[in-house]
Nanobody
Framework: QVQLVESGGGLVQPGGSLRLSCEAS????????MGWYRQAPGKQRELVAA?????????ADSVNGRFTISRDNAKTKSTVYLQMNSLKSEDTAVYYC?????????WGQGTQVTVSS
């Protein structure tokens, strides 16, 4: 079982930047997808960005051009990052890290991102 731990959330002003990190409890190799999801109050959880084991990336239209997902497998524990620039109030949500390997699915505990002046 792979555990995921997110960090990097916080309060930021509109137009600011934050970098989220998601550290897995082990190195992940092979065919997988790691992604960032978010859930705002009263809304459904939605995919923000994802990256595959082959390095392909996908972004929600609402964050395309502002957010960048990347990964670091050089460490003993795989880490995925979400660089968030030009943040807007509508980006306020709890952000969750997710790992999918075939039918296996793992979620982190979430980290709060609040964009407010």
């Amino acid at each position: 079982q792979v555990q995921l731990v997110e960090s990097g959330g916080g309060l930021v002003q509109p137009g600011g930047s934050l970098r989220l990190s998601c550290e897995a409890s082990s190195t992940i190799v092979g065919i997988y997808t790691m992604g960032w999801y978010r859930q705002a109050p009263g809304k459904q959880r939605e995919l923000v960005a994802a990256i595959t084991g082959g390095g392909s990336t996908d972004y929600a239209d609402s964050v395309n051009g502002r957010f960048t997902i990347s990964r670091d497998n050089a460490k003993t524990k795989s880490t995925v990052y979400l660089q968030m620039n030009s943040l807007k109030s509508e980006d306020t949500a709890v952000y969750y890290c997710n790992l999918q390997i075939e039918s296996y699915n793992s979620w982190g505990q979430g980290t709060q991102v609040t964009v407010s002046s």
